[in-house]
């Protein structure tokens, strides 16, 4: 069974500037809610008991949004508000599920990965990336599902267009399983065009093997000096581990650029 999952959340969030300045871009409201929350319950629906938070110190107003709970008591022993008192219940359950480890040097995804560690305790563990919501259907619950008819890890996967290949994390496809799900024989950080091997693009959400970890240990810079899961992933197929990508169903909507965040309340607000 899959029951923790990490979120990394120490990203500086220049693409959404100037809204980002002083709020993480986590906290910006989505139609009503703040981007993590949609995340969250995607993991609490997919059967997740814990989460693990990769903040920084510069990002501390994300620990802070889901340990107000005095103020909320205050607010609601004087003003007896029915949806008040649902928020708050919310965010108690939140906060139950939360530990947060701190990355405060911007040294890549896999370097954040590794700050989880310790607390990561069964062989598999679920990872989203914040920037990416997946509406409509949950994402996270089909991968599990994939997880556990092939014991193998599994990576959320969409056909992008080849110009814009260099944004993402493309692989190869090495067989068919079938009709939504591949297994992977290799997989590049953010390839030119001319060096990508298709135009599969790796999705934010993944499930990772515990193995994960030894490989980040010793895992050179990559891309952009960066510390990079996709190159750690690379190295475990190398050595035979078994990635599966699965081609959601999902609706994505990419919230970390300005026009895409823009688009996703549009989105979500006619779902
Ligand atoms: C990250 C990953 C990339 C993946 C993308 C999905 O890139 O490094 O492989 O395709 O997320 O959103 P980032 O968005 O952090 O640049």
Redesign the pocket.
Same mark, same amino acid.
């Not at 944004?167 to 493309?170: D, K, V």
């Not at 693009?201 to 934010?204: K, Q």
């Given at each position: 069974m899959i029951k923790q999952a990490i979120i990394p959340l120490a990203?500086l969030g220049t693409r959404l500037l100037p809204l980002t300045s002083v709020f993480p871009k986590e906290l910006l409201p989505i139609n009503g809610k703040p981007g993590i929350e949609y995340i969250l319950d995607e993991c609490i629906d997919a059967g997740i008991k814990e989460v693990i938070f990769i903040i920084s110190n510069k990002k501390k107003m994300i620990k802070t949004y889901f340990y107000n709970d005095n103020f909320y008591k205050k607010i609601i022993k004087k003003k007896k508000d029915k949806r008040i008192k649902n928020e708050y219940k919310k965010i108690l359950r939140y906060k139950k599920m939360i530990k947060f480890v701190y990355q405060n040097k911007p040294l890549?995804?896999g370097d954040a990965v590794l700050k989880t560690k310790k607390f990561i305790k069964d062989n598999f563990f679920l990872m989203l990336?914040p !920037?990416?919501l997946i509406i409509k259907k949950n994402c996270s619950k089909s991968m599990i599902k994939i997880h556990k008819k092939y014991n193998a890890s599994v990576m959320a996967s969409m056909n992008v267009r080849k110009n814009n290949v260099s944004?993402?994390?493309?692989y190869k496809l090495k067989n068919k399983i079938n009709k939504n799900n591949y297994l992977i024989s290799d997989?590049i950080?953010?390839p030119s065009v001319k060096k990508a091997p298709s135009n599969k693009?790796?999705?934010?959400r993944y499930i990772l093997p515990r193995e994960i970890f030894s490989k980040l240990l010793t895992q050179k810079p990559g891309k952009g000096g960066e510390i990079?899961?996709?190159d750690a992933i690379q190295t475990l197929i190398q050595n035979n581990k078994k990635f599966i990508a699965h081609n959601f169903s999902g609706k994505y909507l !990419?919230c970390?650029s300005m026009s895409g965040y823009i688009k996703s309340t549009l989105k979500i607000a006619r779902s």
């Open positions: 990203g890549g995804t990336l !920037d990416d944004r993402w994390g493309i997989v950080e953010k693009a790796v999705i934010g990079h899961i996709t !990419d970390g």
